[in-house]
Nanobody, 120 residues
Framework: QVQLVESGGGLVQAGGSLRLSCTAS????????MGWYRQAPGKQRELVAH???????NYADSVKGRFTISRDNAKNAVYLEMNGLKPEDTAVYSC??????????????WGQGTQVTVSS
């Protein structure tokens, strides 16, 4: 079983910055792709940023140039540095981690979600 713990959300003024963290623990043999998603009230969940096992990244157009995703493979952790925050970035942010357990089973798990609120 794999557990994900997120931290770093909060309330910030427009133009401010936040850093989200997500650490995976438990029965992990290998972590593959990692990503951050968000869901605003009344909207569908959307991909914010994704990072492959090899470090390749991709971003939603709305956050390019403002957000940076990174990972620490030794810690099974993924981070999202968010700069130049806008009120439209307000949402619950959740990390997603995919990998393989010690029993060669694939896993695809989600963090509990952390609220990011940007005031104008």
């Amino acid at each position: 079983q794999v557990q994900l713990v997120e931290s770093g959300g909060g309330l910030v003024q427009a133009g401010g910055s936040l850093r989200l963290s997500c650490t995976a623990s438990g029965d992990i043999f290998r972590v593959n792709a990692m990503g951050w998603y968000r869901q605003a009230p009344g909207k569908q969940r959307e991909l914010v940023a994704h990072i492959s096992s090899g470090g390749m990244t991709n971003y939603a157009d709305s956050v390019k140039g403002r957000f940076t995703i990174s990972r620490d493979n030794a810690k099974n952790a993924v981070y999202l540095e968010m700069n130049g925050l806008k009120p439209e970035d307000t949402a619950v942010y959740s990390c997603n981690v995919r990998g393989v357990t010690s029993r060669a089973n694939d896993f695809n798990d989600w963090g509990q979600g952390t609220q990011v609120t940007v005031s104008s």
